[in-house]
């Protein structure tokens, strides 16, 4: 039987996202942390198929976890793509408990994979905000960045050495201009 945490060991607080929920003590990997809990809800009854809300955790085709009720802490648990917890559904108990993957050190914000159908449907159109794909997103901006610094020093490299073309020939233009100014003075002051 996986361990069960005795006391309390997580907090709701600030997430980048909102609200999420933070160990507070050290949680070994395989622990159960949290419920998630809240009123069956069967599919099959018309009033409870008409709920809707973000918080409802399907156990299977036919019963669902209202978890929006306020006692259910667990809804603050944010979702991430490499996360360090995970949803042990028991369909036949109805019941879900969010378990450590990882050891979780305190301080560290407790969170699990919600599924590619709530991925596909609310994060992929707006954009997972969690770490991983923040991490993913700054590394492929700052790829982007390196790219287009390395694409505009060719450029300055190219426009300079082009540049200097253009220098010399308009030096040696010049110098043409010049020699030919100066043969010309020379011969005025030959001249005078
Ligand atoms: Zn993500």
């Known amino acids: 039987m996986p361990a069960i945490a005795s006391r309390k060991s997580y907090r709701v607080g600030r997430s980048k996202t909102g609200l999420g929920l933070f160990a507070t003590m050290p949680i070994k990997k395989g622990t159960r942390i949290i419920r998630y809990f809240g009123p069956i809800l069967d599919s099959k009854i018309p009033a409870h198929d008409e709920i809707e809300n ?83 997103r700054k590394k492929l901006r700052a790829e982007a960045r390196a790219e287009a610094a390395k694409v505009k020093a060719r450029t300055a490299k190219k426009l300079a050495a082009q540049g200097s073309n253009k220098g010399s020939k308009t030096k040696a233009a010049n110098k043409r201009k010049l020699n030919g100014h100066a043969v010309a003075r020379a011969n005025g002051r030959a001249r005078a």
């Open 54 to 136: 973000k918080y409802l955790f399907e156990l299977n085709g036919r019963w669902t976890i209202d978890g929006s009720v306020r006692k259910n802490l667990a809804r603050y648990i944010n979702h991430s793509c490499r996360p360090n917890a995970e949803s042990d559904v028991r369909p036949r108990e109805r019941k879900v408990f969010i378990r450590a993957i990882k050891n979780i050190e305190p301080g560290d914000e407790i969170n699990y994979d919600y599924g590619t159908d709530y991925f596909k449907a609310y994060l992929k159109p707006i954009g997972c905000k969690c770490e991983s794909c923040e991490k993913k």
